[in-house]
T-cell receptor, first 113, second 113 residues
Framework: NAGVMQNPRHLVRRRGQEARLRCSPMKGHSHVYWYRQLPEEGLKFMVYLQKENIIDESGMPKERFSAEFPKEGPSILRIQQVVRGDSAAYFC???????????FGPGTRLTVL | DQQVKQNSPSLSVQEGRISILNCDYTNSMFDYFLWYKKYPAEGPTFLISISSIKDKNEDGRFTVFLNKSAKHLSLHIVPSQPGDSAVYFCAASARAGANNLFFGTGTRLTVIP
C-alpha cells in the first residue's frame, strides 16, 4: 500500500530545539500539502509545494517555519526554536494535481515540553 | 476567520438510521467540496466530493447534497453503522485542480448499536 508516509509519528522536543517532520507522497503524486491541527480544531492549511517549488505558503507562520520538497527525497517541514504553542498534529497530504482529492498521511504528533 | 463551519460538534444516531452532517461556508469562490472521515491518531480519509456544478453526488451509503444559494452542504449516511463512528470534516477549495483545502472544525458521529 503506497499511501502517504509520514515520520516520525510522534516527536517530543524541548523548547528551543528544532523539529523536522518528513512526508513521502503517494506514488505518482507531485503535489504536497502540509496542514496543522491544534487540539479541538479543524485542520489549517500551512503550505503547498510541488517538486523544488513552494506554490503557496500563505498559511505558514512568518518566522521559524520552513518547508521544502526537493527533487529527490521526502518533503520536510522544519520548525526552528520550537515553543509550546507549536504542539499539534501535523498532517501531510498529496495529490496528483489533476483532481482535488488530497490523500492524507497518518500525521506527526509534535509535543513541545 | 472560519470560512467553513460545522456547527454541530457531535451527533448520535441509532444503528440503521440516517446520519445527517451539516456544513456551511462563507466564501462564494469555493467550487469544490469534500468530506473526510477521521479516526483518532490517524489521518483524514477521503469519503466523497462534489463540484459546484452539481447538487448531489452519491457513493454507496454516502450522499452529499450541495445548496449553492444557501452556501450549505450536507452528508447523508444511510444506513448508519457502528463503524461509521468517527469525526467527519467538511472541506472546500476555491479552484479545480491542486489547491489548498479549508476545513471545518469537525462533527463527531457516534452510531449506537
Amino acid at each position: 500500500n503506497a499511501g502517504v508516509m509520514q515520520n516520525p509519528r510522534h516527536l517530543v522536543r524541548r523548547r528551543g530545539q528544532e523539529a523536522r517532520l518528513r512526508c513521502s507522497p503517494m506514488k505518482g503524486h507531485s503535489h504536497v500539502y502540509w496542514y496543522r491541527q491544534l487540539p479541538e480544531e479543524g485542520l489549517k492549511f500551512m503550505v503547498y509545494l510541488q517538486k523544488e517549488n513552494i506554490i503557496d505558503e500563505s498559511g505558514m507562520p512568518k518566522e521559524r517555519f520552513s518547508a521544502e520538497f526537493p527533487k529527490e527525497g521526502p518533503s520536510i517541514l522544519r520548525i526552528q526554536q520550537v515553543v509550546r504553542g507549536d504542539s499539534a498534529a501535523y498532517f501531510c497530504a498529496s495529490s496528483s494535481g489533476l483532481f482535488n482529492e488530497q490523500f492524507f498521511g497518518p500525521g506527526t504528533r509534535l509535543t513541545v515540553l | 476567520d472560519q470560512q467553513v463551519k460545522q456547527n454541530s460538534p457531535s451527533l448520535s444516531v441509532q444503528e440503521g438510521r440516517i446520519s445527517i452532517l451539516n456544513c456551511d461556508y462563507t466564501n462564494s469562490m469555493f467550487d469544490y467540496f469534500l468530506w473526510y472521515k477521521k479516526y483518532p491518531a490517524e489521518g483524514p480519509t477521503f469519503l466523497i466530493s462534489i463540484s459546484s456544478i452539481k447538487d448531489k453526488n452519491e457513493d454507496g451509503r454516502f450522499t452529499v447534497f450541495l445548496n449553492k444559494s444557501a452556501k450549505h452542504l450536507s452528508l447523508h449516511i444511510v444506513p448508519s453503522q457502528p463503524g461509521d463512528s468517527a469525526v467527519y470534516f467538511c472541506a472546500a477549495s476555491a479552484r479545480a485542480g491542486a489547491n489548498n483545502l479549508f476545513f471545518g472544525t469537525g462533527t463527531r458521529l457516534t452510531v449506537i448499536p
